[in-house]
């Protein structure tokens, strides 16, 4: 089990991570803006499928790669990227996907959309893996099995992304009906989305490698 002065100190420091705006957060709010509820919770389970992941991909080594060798991160982190911008330009390039009369098929499509897009968002940012290595270590104690207390923290770094997402994803489909009730502010929120999801694989794609 996770002592109580582990939980004290990494909660508050892993909330703080989480919080920040990030391609994870803002896609869950787009899609709750785009589909209803449904489908900004799908999309946030998805980005806590993508933590699991880094989580496993730490224990078995390869979050270590994507910190020792500059190749993997560098071909991760344009894969990352790439499917950020292609995000960004479908955004521009489809009028309706913020159309409020989506049928009971289309809506079932957008939810499995949603989780998919959203795992591939979350496991295609190699800045997720080389933080949960280089952070988690922090908040093991030398006396406590590693492998499990790193797989306890992920799974608490998880419960709390879908807690936090979920909560943005109530917001998000509350004020829907509000900023998509005419053609000028779907419009807005169209490309402001389709800007900002360009905006962060474009800033993936320059940032530097982590060296420490």
Known sequence: MIEFTTLAA???AVLAIIVAPGPDTVYTVTQSLKSGR?????????????VLVHTIGARLGL?????TSALAYMVVKYVGAAYLLYLGVQMFRSDDQFD???DLAEQDTSLVESYR???V???SNPKVAVFILAFFPQFV????????????????????SVCYLGVVALFASRVRH????????????QYLSGSVFIGFGLKLAVEKRPTA
Do not use: D
């Open 10 to 12: 990494f909660v508050p």
């Open 121 to 123: 968002i979350n496991v």
């Open 38 to 50: 449904s489908a900004g919770l799908i999309a946030g389970l998805g980005t806590a499928t993508g």
């Open 117 to 119: 897009k959203a795992v």
């Open 178 to 189: 509000q900023l998509l009730h005419s053609e000028v502010t779907r419009r807005a929120v």
């Open 100 to 102: 409020l009369q989506t």
């Open 63 to 67: 979050a270590a790669l994507l910190r």
């Open 141 to 160: 104690p030398a006396t406590a099995n590693a492998s499990l207390q790193m797989s306890l923290l992920g799974l608490l770094y998880t419960g709390l």
